[in-house]
Every structure is written in structure tokens, then in C-alpha cells.
């Protein structure tokens, strides 16, 4: 088991362009998570699917946001139209029911919009 | 809603010296705790993690932590510092379970931990 894998890991990207993350879990979670942590700041929850639903949306997650879990394995987070407030790192992570076993994060996917 | 506050921003230390790092949390019920470190650049690694039981929990690399229920406070503590701990900390808190909550982490703002030579 290789731990939660996170592609890319650096992104700079043009205002205005969409970009999309890609988030590979540990495959016996069943749940897995996104956050955004930008400079000086703990990270922040956007979203949470349990197997392939998604069960919960933070205010934070604008409408040019868009996350998927096809399946139920690796997810997608997608922006559209990025800003430069978009800028920050993005952070997966995966865990197992309640997270009983703990939450394992990935190396994240650092996106700067220029 | 759960919080958790770390009232530290930055703290140095001298290598072999002692550590802690303070962790305040809010939450109406019996919450999961956990201590997370992080490296430059990098993702977040769990240190320890406190679900019930023993209040004292060990972690890896030599950290250990208390719940103290009264005080709504999980504190870090290292007793002899070494210069690759040098790193942020993030405390970080989760309804228990049967909450009907969703299990999000929320985490502290951080602490950022210098150690000198």
C-alpha cells in the first residue's frame, strides 16, 4: 500500500483556466476527504464522499468547484475560471468508517493561479 | 460546531530541551483528538490520536499527549527535542462516533515549532 497518492503536486495555472486535481486513496477506505490549507492556516474541510456519494459540501466549496468519486476510488477536484484566492495547497485525504483508524493525507497538490 | 485553538502561532526551543504544544478544543460531546505534524512543502503525518480510554496517549517519533476533559485540552509534549522535529503542528478534533455528525476533521490554526542548535 503506496498511502493516499495526490497528482499533481505543483500547479501554476492563468486566471480564468480550470484546472483538475486527481486523488488516489488507500483502496480499503471507504472515505475520503478534500481540504484546502492556504499560508499560515490549518487546513480547511471542502467535501467528504463515503464511497461514491458525496455527503457533505463546505460553504467554502464556490460553484466553480466540483468534486467526483466515480466508483467509489480515486477522486477529482476540479476549478473552474480559477482566481488568484484559489491559490493554496489542496490537500486528500482517506480513512475507514468513523476514521476509527485515523485520517491519512496525501502530500497534497500545491496550485498557485497567476 | 467543533473548534479547535492553538494559542501558540510559533515556538523555539533548544535541542534536548522539553516541548509542549497547547491545544484547546469545543465540542458538546466526547470528541476524537488528534495531533497531526507537517514539513515544508508536505503533507500532513498523524503523531497520535486519543478515541478513549488512558488520557496519555504515545505517539510516534517520541511524542506523547494528555486529554484533559476538564480543561477541554489535549496538549503535546516531547520530553528531549531533536532538531528534525523543527515543523508545524496542527491539533485537530472530530465529533465521536454515533454522532450523526460528519466526520470531518477541524483543525487549529498551528503551531510553528523552531528548534536551535
Known amino acids: 500500500d503506496t498511502g493516499v497518492s495526490q497528482n499533481p503536486r505543483h500547479k501554476i495555472t492563468k486566471r480564468g483556466q480550470n484546472v483538475t486535481f486527481r486523488c488516489d486513496p488507500i483502496?480499503?477506505?471507504?472515505?475520503l476527504y478534500w481540504y484546502r490549507q492556504t499560508l499560515g492556516q490549518g487546513p480547511e474541510f471542502l467535501t467528504y464522499?463515503?464511497?461514491?456519494?458525496?455527503?457533505?459540501k463546505s460553504r467554502l466549496l464556490s460553484d466553480r468547484f466540483s468534486a467526483e468519486r466515480p466508483k467509489g476510488s480515486f477522486s477529482t477536484l476540479e476549478i473552474q475560471r480559477t482566481e488568484q484566492g484559489d491559490s493554496a495547497m489542496y490537500l486528500c485525504?482517506?480513512?475507514?468508517?468513523?476514521?476509527?483508524?485515523?485520517?491519512?493525507f496525501g502530500s497534497g497538490t500545491r496550485l498557485t493561479v497567476v | 460546531a467543533q473548534s479547535v485553538t492553538q494559542p501558540d502561532i510559533h515556538i523555539t526551543v533548544s535541542e534536548g530541551a522539553s516541548l509542549e504544544l497547547r491545544c484547546n478544543y469545543s465540542?458538546?460531546?466526547?470528541?476524537?483528538l488528534f495531533w497531526y505534524v507537517q514539513s515544508p512543502g508536505q503533507g500532513l503525518q498523524l503523531l497520535l490520536k486519543?478515541?478513549?480510554?488512558?488520557?496519555l496517549v504515545q505517539g510516534i517519533k517520541g511524542f506523547e499527549a494528555e486529554f484533559k476533559r476538564s480543561q477541554s485540552s489535549f496538549n503535546l509534549r516531547k520530553p528531549s527535542v531533536h532538531w528534525s522535529d523543527a515543523a508545524e503542528y496542527f491539533c485537530?478534533?472530530?465529533?465521536?462516533?454515533?454522532?450523526?455528525?460528519?466526520?470531518?476533521?477541524?483543525f487549529g490554526t498551528g503551531t510553528r515549532l523552531q528548534v536551535t542548535l
Open positions: 485525504a482517506s480513512s475507514f468508517e468513523e476514521g476509527g483508524y485515523g485520517y491519512t
Open positions: 483502496s480499503e477506505h471507504n472515505r
Open positions: 464522499f463515503q464511497n461514491e456519494a458525496q455527503l457533505e
Open positions: 465540542y458538546g460531546a466526547t470528541p476524537y
Open positions: 486519543y478515541f478513549s480510554g488512558d488520557t
Open positions: 485537530a478534533v472530530v465529533g465521536g462516533i454515533n454522532t450523526g455528525t460528519a466526520s470531518k476533521l477541524t
